[in-house]
């Protein structure tokens, strides 16, 4: 069975500096994908960054990068110059094998101005 | 386009009742997912359509739940004898041929009391 672990429940940031934010994957399949999405309150989950298992350049969209492990089944998602708008809850999630995503339990993202 | 739309936004009923959710996916989506979000867990995977065919469920649909897309188009979602476990945030999504370009909407919320 496909699992998503999110280790740090909350994380908080200075505006302008940088936070990584953790995730571990399990997998049996080969072929897969991993998402970050961000959740902010009372709005609807958007797509800040996706990487396919077989790339091993790590994905970059702007501000967002990730770092993926493959052989240690980790994914983290790295914001730099965080903003004001970038506070939410942010999702790791796996899709491989079928045509679900398997979630984590999220982190919390807050940014001090 | 205006996205997944999803109503109501908001439904408290009481326990033994039945409700209905509607989702609208994005119009040329031919896939459509149900997720279940309970406070301070990530989505769960409920059920995926394509086009009017149910392809997927999980194990946490139980015989309470049922979902239909009799058309391709909209969605319903019923939980007929609700329980106070079922309240929760749930969400619907959609995505053309491939989860890359998957779709939140903002979900409903269920308050069973």
């Known amino acids: 069975a496909q699992t998503v672990t999110q280790s740090q429940p909350e994380m908080s940031v200075q505006e302008a500096e940088t936070v990584t934010l953790s995730c571990t994957y399990d997998?049996?399949?080969?072929?897969?994908?991993l998402f970050w999405y961000k959740q902010p309150p009372s709005r609807q989950m958007i797509l800040v960054i996706r990487?396919?298992?077989?790339?091993?350049q790590n994905a970059t969209e702007n501000r967002f990068s990730v770092n993926f492990q493959k052989a240690a089944k980790s994914f983290s998602l790295k914001i730099s110059d965080s903003q004001l708008g970038d506070a939410a809850m942010y999702f790791c999630?796996?899709?491989?094998?079928?045509?679900?995503?398997?979630f984590g339990k999220g982190t919390k993202l807050t940014v001090n101005p | 386009d205006t996205g997944v739309s999803q109503n109501p936004r908001h439904k408290i009923t009481k326990r033994g009742q039945n409700v209905t959710f509607r989702c609208d996916p994005i119009?040329?989506?031919?896939?459509l997912y149900w997720y279940r979000q309970t406070l301070g867990q990530g989505p769960e995977f409920l059920t995926y359509?394509?086009?009017?065919?149910?392809?997927?469920k999980s194990r946490l649909l139980s015989d309470r739940f049922s979902a239909e897309r009799p058309k391709g188009s909209f969605s319903t979602l019923e939980i007929q004898r609700t329980e106070q476990g079922d309240s929760a945030m749930y969400l619907c999504?959609?995505?053309?041929?491939?989860?890359?370009?998957?779709?939140f909407g903002q979900g409903t919320r269920l308050t069973v009391v």
């Open positions: 999504a959609s995505s053309s041929d491939h989860l890359l370009d998957l779709s």
């Open positions: 997998t049996s399949e080969s072929d897969y994908y």
């Open positions: 990487q396919e298992a077989y790339k091993q």
């Open positions: 999630a796996n899709q491989g094998g079928s045509e679900k995503l398997v």
């Open positions: 119009s040329e989506h031919n896939r």
């Open positions: 359509f394509q086009n009017e065919a149910q392809l997927e």
